[in-house]
């Protein structure tokens, strides 16, 4: 089971700062705001892994890990958040 409370908080507070259109600006923002570590290009915390990808477009990029390197978050959500220059994915 997962902690729907919490992804929730984490889904209004991405859609709380549509229009920023840098990643390492958001990702720094939702880094401090649920205390989450960072591996590589995840952050993480018991209950979701979230990666953050730049896009020009509207659309899913080809940055997206190895499968064998998202293996440890297979026990909680994995959520992917696409900032765009327009909105947030």
Same mark, same amino acid.
């Given at each position: ?5 919490? *992804?929730?908080?984490?889904?209004? !507070? ?9 990643k390492?600006l958001? /990702? ?12 590589? /290009?995840?952050? !993480?915390?018991?209950? !979701?892994? %979230?990666?953050? /990808?730049? /896009? ?19 026990? %909680?959500? !994995? *959520?992917?958040? %696409? ?7």
């Amino acid at each position: 089971m997962y902690n729907k409370e919490l *992804i929730e908080k984490l889904v209004c !507070f991405i859609q709380q700062h549509d229009g920023t259109a840098d990643k390492r600006l958001l /990702s720094a923002m939702v880094q401090d705001a649920f205390h989450l570590e960072r591996s590589r /290009s995840v952050y !993480f915390c018991p209950d !979701f892994a %979230i990666r953050f /990808s730049q /896009s020009q477009r509207e659309r899913m990029s080809n940055t997206v890990l190895s499968l064998s390197a998202l293996q440890k978050y297979d026990s %909680i959500p !994995f *959520i992917v958040c %696409i900032v765009t220059p327009a909105k947030i994915i």
